[in-house]
T-cell receptor
Framework: KNEVEQSPQNLTAQEGEFITINCSYS?????LHWLQQHPGGGIVSLFMLSSGKKKHGRLIATINIQEKHSSLHITASHPRDSAVYIC????????????FGQGTRLTINP | GAVVSQHPSWVICKSGTSVKIECRSL??????MFWYRQFPKQSLMLMATSNEGSKATYEQGVEKDKFLINHASLTLSTLTVTSAHPEDSSFYIC???????????FGPGTRLTVL
C-alpha cells in the first residue's frame, strides 16, 4: 500500500462544478503539498500545509492531521483547471524529500 | 515566486551518447536540488538529492555512474545521462529548495528521447 493515496484517480466534470480531490497518508509528516502538473509537464506548487486551511483564488486546501487526510477544492471550475493534481508529503520531521501520491487527472469540459 | 529553469526543455540523442541537463534557481539560492524522473501517466520518482558542494545522495536502484549529478553552486545543478539508451527516454524534472525549508520549486522539465 502506498504511503500517500489519492482519490479519485480520474475526474471529469463540467465547467462551473465544485471539485474535491482527496489525499490520505499513513506516515507522520511535517508538511503536505498540493502540486499541479499541466499537460506540458511543468509542475506548480499550489499549497504547502502543516495544519488548517489555505485559500488562493478559487483553490482551497485543508488538512486534518489527526485523520491524516487532506482535500483540495476547486470552486467554479474552468477548463484551464484541467491538469494532474499531485499530493505529496514531507515524511517525518526535517525531511526535505517528498513522497508522492499517484496523482488525480482532472478534466473540466466546457 | 521562486523560479527554477531547466535546459534544454527537450533533447533527442543517439544511443550511446551522453546528455547534460541543467537546473538553475534564478532568483534564490538553492542549498538542495532534487532530480526526478517521470514515465508517462506515472507519478514522479526521486532519483537523487544534491546539496551544494557535496556528493549527491542517490535513491535505491538508481545507477550513480549512469546518472551523474553535480551541484557546483547554489544556483546550478546538472544531471548527465551517460551512454544513454532508449530505456532512459523519460521526462526529467528538477526541483530546488532552501536549507531547512520544505517547499520545493520545480523546473519545467526536460523530455529526453534516446533513439
Amino acid at each position: 500500500k502506498n504511503e500517500v493515496e489519492q482519490s479519485p484517480q480520474n475526474l471529469t466534470a463540467q465547467e462551473g462544478e465544485f471539485i474535491t480531490i482527496n489525499c490520505s497518508y499513513s506516515v507522520g509528516i511535517s508538511a503536505l503539498h498540493w502540486l499541479q502538473q499541466h499537460p506540458g509537464g511543468g509542475i506548480v506548487s499550489l499549497f504547502m500545509l502543516s495544519s488548517g486551511k489555505k485559500k488562493h483564488g478559487r483553490l482551497i486546501a485543508t488538512i486534518n492531521i489527526q485523520e491524516k487526510h487532506s482535500s483540495l477544492h476547486i470552486t467554479a471550475s474552468h477548463p484551464r483547471d484541467s491538469a494532474v493534481y499531485i499530493c505529496a508529503v514531507n515524511r517525518g520531521q526535517g525531511a526535505q524529500k517528498l513522497v508522492f501520491g499517484q496523482g488525480t487527472r482532472l478534466t473540466i469540459n466546457p | 515566486g521562486a523560479v527554477v529553469s531547466q535546459h534544454p526543455s527537450w533533447v533527442i540523442c543517439k544511443s550511446g551518447t551522453s546528455v547534460k541537463i541543467e537546473c538553475r534557481s534564478l532568483d534564490f539560492q538553492a542549498t538542495t536540488m532534487f532530480w526526478y524522473r517521470q514515465f508517462p501517466k506515472q507519478s514522479l520518482m526521486l532519483m537523487a538529492t544534491s546539496n551544494e558542494g557535496s556528493k549527491a545522495t542517490y535513491e535505491q536502484g538508481v545507477e550513480k555512474d549512469k546518472f551523474l549529478i553535480n551541484h557546483a553552486s547554489l544556483t546550478l545543478s546538472t544531471l548527465t545521462v551517460t551512454s544513454a539508451h532508449p530505456e532512459d527516454s523519460s521526462f526529467y524534472i528538477c526541483s530546488a529548495s532552501t536549507f531547512s525549508y520544505n517547499e520545493q520549486f520545480f523546473g519545467p522539465g526536460t523530455r529526453l528521447t534516446v533513439l
